[in-house]
């Protein structure tokens, strides 16, 4: 599929692809966190883009943050003091994580791009009050992009970004459900890049390209092979070569709770409801990052019925060193698959992480046990 | 004088806070017995109600930093990393978490709680904590959602916590199937009110030269505040420890025998070496007079009004030391270095409290920019004892102190 090679493009050099976005006339405002509410970012005008690790050396992040903050956010924030992310023009940052809420501050406080805001969202989503305050604060921002833009956003705006944000989602969906169907008929290097493309890339382009990659995946449908069936859970995964690592030691990736995955694209905004409300109500009702509370048991419910829905054998916890919230559900998630008979694994990731060559021993080992 | 000067500097209300908080602790321990509720809550949290409400407030942090004193952290430590977490993960909740397992520690474990209270003002560690305790102990959890205020208290943020905090009201009166006593309310806010300007007070005594304590006493003394703030006991005794101290810095009674260099302490103690560490600065004629960590429970009495106790705590909790954006920590820095008159700033880059610590190199670089003093940056952790070298610690002080005394002569 030709399409790949441009998500795949549009992965390896995002400057690039945010200086033609530029050039045809949209800025672009990148984003750290699942919950950046792109729709909005979009209506504005602007051109929301995922920011991700380039994976260089830790040089001048050092003088900032010390060396048991993840590599995610240390990273990004190198690529920043280096002047690898001139390219923007502002940045959003959604309240997350301890080590999110900081690298927000030193960003700030360091500030180089025009436009920065944080968008400090609740960290509750199942009560009625936090979903009003969830509203207020996608309100607040959409003004604060109206007095970057100079220019009001219409609920039109808002609708026209949101079916467009929903035609990725469809799309992303539709390819995830026939990749599990037909485990193998798509990478999950490429998987993955699709996904991550879609974060980077122009929206409409990414919904173009994507309808074009199911019309093609429609028309190819391989008999399920013996690969063992396996489903990742964690937060970011970036590393290409761990889904090539997966496959050669006999697996297929049927389906994921990743930040870098579903989680970013689960489920619609409502498109017939106030859009505002059917943003903020899209973020109670979607896979939950760990950061957040949906209730005691949310995640390994969602986690326990990804496993039967999508027929796995075993899921791979892909857990980034140092990530508090995923490390702290690890226990009680693996807990609920024990109980149920299902086998997992926890494989400690880092982006900086140059061999995976035990992460392939380990895997193996896994899948043998499958 | 007679006395030998060892007597002299002991400071001789520490007897009676030990006697207080063993009794707190036995109330606690026995409450089941005396059909009392327990609620384990996050330090930061506003325990006002619970008292008003006769439900005994338990703090997993408080016994968190027992674990540490009593060097009982890295067993501990190990065990939750047994049960699967991280060795990464925050120590207070490691500890908390293998103690509730194993029921150990230096008081067997804590009472069994019959409720959560979660406030996420000082990290969101806390809320995955207390996630892990509500699902251990099936017990109902509370979330006080305080918002990050990076820049500033929006309308948006004071809206909502002002209803969560009608919802933590509801929430308690299903637990305890009473209704809220308005007018105990009231008086348990003037207390805590009350006791929070005295803690106040106490730590402002160490401005004084020499300091009558310090910052490893106040991380001793703090204990009371945090709780048992809104009782009369607390109130009681502060008036008793600020009398002592005055009368220590008339008769010129210091903490540190020769007094000469004064620091401030930013970030946790590290639990499992207060004394190892109070000594060695002393060897150096050098009193952590300040630290940033324990006027944390009376830094946000300014939000407090308290003739309108409950509609005031929303921004009294949320905006507190650790809940503010970086820069806004640096100004408070800035303010304890001026008005304590300190030569040096010493940090600990806590492995356990990531909100804590991010941020603390970039505190250290306005500090240096506009104050001058040396900073000093120690890697620890406050339970863990595997995160601390001692030998590397103690090169790092001597070296830091060399310099100190050098910009002093």
Known sequence: ?370 | MSEKPVDKTKIRSAKKMRDLMTTYYLDALSAQQNNKQVAWITSGGPVEPLVAMDIIPVYPENHGAMIGSAKMGEDLCGKAEDMGYSSDLCSYARTDIACSVVKGGPIGGLPKPDMLICCNNICGTVLKWYEVQARFYNVPLFILDTPVCHTGYSPEIAEYVRTQVDEYIVFLENMTKRKLDHDKMTQVGKLSFEAQHLWQKVLNTTAHKPSPMSAFDAFFFLALIVTLRGTRTVVDFYKELIAEMEQRITEGISVVPNEKYRLLWDNLPVWYQLKWLSSKFSQHNACLVADTYTSAWCGAIKYIDENNFLDSIGQAYTRIYLNIGVDQMAQEVLDMIRFYDVNGLVMHSNRSCKPYSFGQMDIMNIVRKKTGIPVLMIEADMVDPRSFSQSQVENRIDAFMEIIKQREK
């Open chain 1, 1 to 370: 599929m030709k399409e790949i090679d441009r998500f795949h493009a549009a992965v390896n050099d995002s400057r690039a692809t945010a200086l033609n976005i530029h050039r045809a006339g949209r800025k672009t405002i990148g984003y750290l966190c699942s919950y950046a509410p792109e729709e909005i970012i979009h209506a504005a005008g602007f051109h929301p883009m995922r920011l991700f690790s380039s994976k260089h050396e830790i040089i001048l992040a050092e003088n900032h943050l010390q060396s048991y903050c993840c590599s995610l956010v240390r990273g990004i924030l190198e690529d920043s003091l280096a002047g690898r992310l001139d390219f923007l023009d502002g940045t959003v940052f959604p309240h997350t994580c301890d080590s999110m809420q900081r690298l927000s501050d030193i960003w700030r406080m360091n500030g180089k791009y025009r436009f920065f805001v944080d968008l400090v969202l609740p960290a509750k989503l199942n009560t009625k009050s936090a979903a009003i305050y969830m509203e207020k604060v996608l309100a607040r921002f959409k003004e604060d992009l109206e007095a970057a833009s100079g220019k009001k956003i219409t609920d039109t705006d808002l609708s026209d970004a949101i079916v467009l944000c929903n035609r990725i989602r469809k799309h992303l969906f539709f390819v995830y459900e026939w990749n599990f169907r037909h485990p193998g008929v798509i990478r999950g290097a490429d998987l993955y890049a699709l996904v991550k493309g879609a974060m980077i890339m122009d929206k409409k382009e990414a919904a173009d390209l994507l309808a074009g990659v199911v019309s093609s995946l429609e028309q190819s449908a391989p008999p399920a092979g013996k690969a063992k069936r396996l489903i990742l859970s964690g937060s970011v995964c970036d590393t290409p070569d761990i889904f090539d690592a997966v496959e050669k030691a006999g697996g297929a990736i049927v389906g994921d709770d990743l930040c870098t995955g579903r989680r970013w694209f689960d489920g619609l905004v409502a498109e017939d409801a106030p859009p505002l409300s059917g943003i903020a109500q899209r973020y109670g009702n979607r896979m939950t990052c760990p950061a957040k509370h949906a209730g005691l048991t949310a995640r390994a419910d969602t986690l326990v019925s990804l496993v039967r829905e999508h027929k796995a054998d075993g899921v791979a916890f892909l857990l980034l060193k140092f990530c508090d919230p995923h490390a702290f559900d690890y226990p009680y998630l693996k807990q609920a698959l024990d109980k149920q008979g299902i086998k997992s694994m926890a494989f400690e990731m880092d982006d900086q992480q140059s061999s995976h060559g035990q992460f392939s021993t380990r895997m193996e080992t896994f899948i043998h046990m499958l």
